[in-house]
């Protein structure tokens, strides 16, 4: 296998409600988490598609997002139709996917995976003006997960924060 999985990035959960999952997780000693919606019908998500199609507009999914433990925790709660809807309701809520610094190729590694499970990418989204590129890779009969997994952004541009402006992460 060429592409490889260099580190763990992310760790995303599907929630029925953010606001309280995050009053859960602090009353825990875990936060603070940073609360936003992604909303497409405005920059920077009115360009984002998933499988090629273009987004619903209008709010889609709020997130609350916390760095700690050397890695990200992404809340997710559906609210529109959206596949984070659908699998909120086959399954429930808990972990959705990890996420990982992958070597090699993106496309690459989409083929690659294709060839190991005879699967296209399970969701891919784009959008952002060509800053965002990711694709959830599943492997639950390989691995039990659902593999997130980004194309590399150029160096000199913004990549997101918690109020989805387009501004540098410090």
Known sequence: MKSQLKGLMQIGIIVKDVDQAVKNYEAMGVGPWD???MDTSHPPFDDLTFNGEKAGDGPIIKVAMFNGFGTEFELIEPIADSVYKTWLEEHGPGIHHLAFDMEGNY????AEHKTLTGKEPWVRGQGIGGLMDYSYL??????????????SLQPDKP???KDFKGEKRS
């Open 138 to 151: 599943d492997m639950r009969d390989e691995t039990g997960l659902i593999v997130e997994c980004y194309k």
């Open 107 to 110: 496309s690459e590694n989409l």
């Open 35 to 37: 609360i936003s919606v």
């Open 159 to 161: 990549i997101l924060t």
